[in-house]
Nanobody, 112 residues
Framework: QVQLVESGGGLVQAGGSLRLSCAASRSINDMGWYRQAPGKQREWVATITSGGRTYYIDSVKGRFTISRDNAKNTVYLQMNSLQPEDTAVYYC?????????WGRGTQVTVSS
């Protein structure tokens, strides 16, 4: 079993920044962030491997940075230059022992 707890969401004006955190209950190799906007399907945003390799959806490249602190079993998503289209519930995701785990999500709202 893996528990994932997200934090750091909130309301911000366009052009602003937020940093999301996801604390895992144990060490995980690859971790990622997804988001789901109202009326849309959940989409992948970013992934970081255990070795620190990072991958991003094109729409956030250059604005978002995923990082991790292995000592704290925590992954972060630094989001800069936020735009209204980034408004969504952001979910942390991890794969462990053949199962996918999800956090409960944290709301990010960007006002224009």
């Amino acid at each position: 079993q893996v528990q994932l707890v997200e934090s750091g969401g909130g309301l911000v004006q366009a052009g602003g920044s937020l940093r999301l955190s996801c604390a895992a209950s144990r060490s995980i190799n690859d971790m990622g962030w997804y988001r789901q906007a109202p009326g849309k399907q959940r989409e992948w945003v970013a992934t970081i491997t255990s070795g620190g390799r990072t991958y991003y959806i094109d729409s956030v490249k250059g604005r978002f940075t995923i990082s991790r602190d292995n000592a704290k079993n925590t992954v972060y998503l630094q989001m800069n230059s936020l735009q209204p289209e980034d408004t969504a519930v952001y979910y942390c995701n991890a794969a462990y022992a053949g199962r996918l785990y999800w956090g409960r999500g944290t709301q990010v709202t960007v006002s224009s």
